[in-house]
Structures are given as structure tokens and as C-alpha cells.
């Protein structure tokens, strides 16, 4: 991991955020792709003696990207490996859902690997690279109330495995990580019942933490996961085996 360079999207906050300091932790430098102000983590990068720059990027948007790639070339000399996080939710239950929070949910959680991956290729062919997609419980087990949220994030595993498959000989990994219930704004505005009934069937009986994710994609993308690509990595406290 040392002095390679990361894009971390959706990595000012939450899952992203812990991702990028773990990596930082590890020797690497990060960029982040967010909508957010990224400024937080890239102090705490910077803190820890390792360079980062944040770029305010749609990922849904294939041009944006583009150019925000080409940036972080510019600025940081290399893309050695790409973090697709950025993601949404807009629940509701598919009788009730509108067209927009179909499509909005699509674009930000799946197009956007589709985007960020299509840009950093064109990169990481001459140089090999690896790339990790969270995914979520909800793609792989589904969810009522979530079936946009959860055909983005099965879609990220069809796509992951296409890629594996297609650029492995050009030393391309491509992985997922399939997180479960982790203690973020995202969860956070769950009522606390839907949340006690959820622990009472988790068998470690505790939410995931955003470094537990952190420590699962520092493994896929280091040297230690050198021989994995297409794989689906379930980080769940077992809610889902
Ligand atoms: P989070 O705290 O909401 O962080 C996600 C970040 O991505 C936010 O800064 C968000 O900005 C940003 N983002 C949203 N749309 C974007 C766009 N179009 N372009 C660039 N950045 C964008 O979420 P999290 O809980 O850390 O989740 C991170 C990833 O893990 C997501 O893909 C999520 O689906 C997945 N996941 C999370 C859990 C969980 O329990 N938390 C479980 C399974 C999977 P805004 O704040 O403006 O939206």
C-alpha cells in the first residue's frame, strides 16, 4: 500500500472515510471523489504524513468523472487502485416508489462504478491496478422496502465479476465487499425498533463499525488479496452466511 494512490468515492464521510484513513494508516495516499466537502479527510490523511486531494465530483456523472480522473493523474502522478462507495438510499416499497427514486438510486450506486471504473482503466492498463465496489447485504439476500437500493448494489456484483473477467490478464483485480448493518448517517435514521429487531438477528449481536469495512478492502486491495479478483466479501456479523 505505501505510496500507492487511491480514489476513495463518497470518502468524506462514513464507510469512505474510515476507508481512506486505513489506507493512510497503511503507507497510501488518497483521492476523494465526493459531493460533500471533503476537507475532514483529507486533513486526516495529510495528518498522518500522506497526500490527498479532494475533487467535488457527481459520480454519476460520466464527464465529471472524467475529468476528475485526469486530475488526479495530474496532481498525484498515478491511479493504483479505486474504491466505488459513494451510495444512496431512497426506501420505499415498489407500489409506492417513484420513477425518479428508481432511477436516482441506479445512477449514484451503480452507474457510477460504471463510470469511475470505465475512467480509471484507461490508466490502470498500462500499470495493473485493483478495484473494490461496496456492495450490501440488500444485493445479495434482497430487502422489501429497498428494491431499488438492492438491484444497484446486486448489479455492482455482475458488473465486479464482468470486469474481473475481462481485464485479469492486464493484472486488473476487481472485488466486492458486501457490507451488513453499519453504525453511519446512513443507518442512523432507522427507528430504533427496525434497529434492536435487525441486532436480535446478528449472531456477534453488535453493528458493524466503518473500520471493520475499512480493514476488509485494505485486504482486498494490498498485496494480501493478490490472488483474489471477482470475489463477493461479506462483512456482516454473520446476519447473512
Ligand atoms: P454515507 O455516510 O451517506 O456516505 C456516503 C458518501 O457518498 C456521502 O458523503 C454522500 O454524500 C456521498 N455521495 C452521495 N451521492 C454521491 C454522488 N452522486 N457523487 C459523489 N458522492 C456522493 O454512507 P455510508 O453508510 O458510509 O455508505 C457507504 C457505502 O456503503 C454506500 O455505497 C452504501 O450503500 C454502502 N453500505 C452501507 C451500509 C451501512 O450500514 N451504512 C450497509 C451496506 C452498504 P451525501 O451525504 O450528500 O449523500
Keep these: 500500500m505505501k505510496d500507492t494512490v487511491t480514489i476513495v468515492t463518497g470518502g468524506s464521510q462514513g464507510i469512505g472515510r474510515a476507508i481512506a484513513d486505513f489506507l493512510a494508516d497503511k503507507g497510501g495516499n488518497i483521492a476523494v471523489f465526493d459531493i460533500v466537502d471533503g476537507s ?34 495530474k496532481k498525484m502522478g498515478k491511479i493504483d487502485n479505486l474504491v466505488n462507495n459513494a451510495g444512496i438510499t431512497a426506501d420505499k416499497l415498489l407500489l409506492r416508489m417513484k420513477e425518479d427514486e428508481w432511477d436516482r438510486v441506479i445512477r449514484v450506486n451503480l452507474k457510477s462504478a460504471f463510470n469511475c ?77 427496525s434497529k434492536e429487531e435487525m441486532l436480535k438477528m446478528i449472531p ?4 458493524g463499525e466503518p473500520s471493520d469495512i475499512a480493514h476488509a478492502v485494505y485486504f482486498l486491495l494490498s498485496e494480501y488479496g493478490s490472488y483474489i479478483t471477482g470475489e463477493v466479501i461479506n462483512v456482516n456479523g454473520g446476519l447473512h452466511m
Design 117 to 193: 471504473t470505465k475512467a480509471v482503466l484507461r490508466h490502470m492498463l498500462k500499470t495493473g491496478g485493483s478495484i473494490v465496489s461496496i456492495s450490501s447485504i440488500a444485493g445479495v439476500m434482497g430487502n422489501p422496502g429497498q428494491s431499488n437500493y438492492a438491484a444497484s448494489k446486486a448489479g455492482l456484483i455482475g458488473f465486479t465479476k464482468s470486469i474481473a473477467k475481462e481485464y485479469g490478464e492486464r493484472n486488473i483485480r476487481a472485488n466486492i465487499v458486501a457490507p451488513g448493518f453499519i453504525k453511519t448517517k446512513m443507518t442512523e435514521i432507522l427507528d430504533e425498533k
Design 204 to 207: 456477534l449481536k453488535k453493528y
Design 40 to 73: 475532514e479527510t483529507v486533513n486526516s490523511v495529510t495528518g498522518k504524513g500522506r497526500r490527498s486531494e479532494f475533487f467535488s465530483v457527481d459520480v454519476s456523472n460520466l464527464s465529471a468523472v472524467e475529468a476528475a480522473v485526469d486530475g488526479v493523474v
